[in-house]
């Protein structure tokens, strides 16, 4: 491989904000962990698997972010149906090093999900953030001066934790998996509601008594509809949306009307006095 292909390589990972340092990468077609520019030392978020032969091709990603992305040089060349079958068979094999790798990462975090879970003490209203938004700490936890909150399936297994500092910012535990996974306020029964933020689903329930589901983002407004949808065939589900009107596209309301529409939900925006179906 020359080095116009791995400086097109490096610059790939560095616009996908996952750059590596200079000289570490190998080129071998085996999948790789590396320390992501900017995150703290010791960690290994970012994966690649590079190829380096006469038709170069590479993969990468972040267990941090969820991010998965292929990549091959600018060409203008045509490939042979021997090269087309070669390439695809590339892809196959990165992918399954990568669902590999992804399932051990994941059974890892979820080991540190519990034992953090452990020493974490129950939280109370008195946190600063709970303050600040008026809610309750509904199931949430203490550690480290920081609120704690579960990651859960639809079976209820711990696979993460998100922690939300005083001032707001928020974390996730590095490699947990989130998709799918939600907090659960409440008990089902008339309707249940599946929002993004901690705050907003605390509030929705305060406000309606209905049980509630934390999604985390927009991302996975969709995939925990889905997987709650499975659970509760005949339940009413309620999709409450981030209204992001100066956000362009606005991705809060485009993600939950996706969502609503692939479960068949009701959507509430940016409140249940205005649910309409979709």
């Not at 560095?14 to 590596?20: C, E, S, T, V, Y």
């Not at 703290?40 to 038709?55: C, E, F, I, M, T």
């Not at 540190?112 to 879970?117: E, G, I, K, P």
Request: aromatic residues 8%; contains cysteine.
């Amino acid at each position: 491989m020359t080095a116009f292909y791995l400086d097109d390589f490096r610059n790939a990972l560095a616009l996908a904000g996952l750059a590596i340092r200079k000289g570490d990468l190998v080129a071998d077609g085996v999948l790789h962990r590396y320390q992501v520019e900017g995150d703290k030392a010791g960690s290994k978020n970012g994966w690649y698997v590079l190829h380096a032969d006469a038709q170069p091709f590479g993969a990468f990603g972040s267990w941090k972010t969820g991010q998965s992305e292929t990549w091959s040089p600018s060409t203008t060349e045509v490939m042979t149906e021997r090269e087309r079958e070669a390439l695809a068979a590339r892809i196959a094999a990165a992918k399954l090093a990568r669902d590999t790798e992804q399932a051990a990462v994941h059974t890892s975090a979820r080991k540190r999900a519990h034992d953090l879970w452990k020493k974490a003490q129950p939280a109370d209203g008195g946190h600063a953030y709970l303050v600040k938004k008026g809610v309750p700490a509904y199931g949430l936890k203490l550690l480290r001066q920081q609120l704690v909150v579960p990651l859960r399936d639809v079976d209820g297994t711990l696979h993460s934790l998100q922690f939300i500092a005083a001032d707001g910012r928020k974390t996730f535990l590095s490699g947990g998996r989130k998709r799918g996974c939600y907090h659960a306020i409440g008990r089902p029964a008339v309707a249940l509601c599946i929002c993004e933020g901690y705050a907003t689903g605390a509030t929705i329930y305060q406000a309606t008594g209905n049980a509630t589901a934390v999604a985390f983002d927009a991302g996975n407004l969709q995939p925990v509809a889905k997987a709650l949808r499975q659970k509760f065939p005949r339940l009413t589900l309620v999709i409450a949306a981030d209204n992001d009107t100066e956000t362009p596209g606005n991705p809060g309301l485009t993600a939950a009307r996706a969502a609503a529409r692939a479960v068949g939900a009701v959507l509430a925006v940016p409140s249940f006095a205005e649910a309409t179906h979709v």
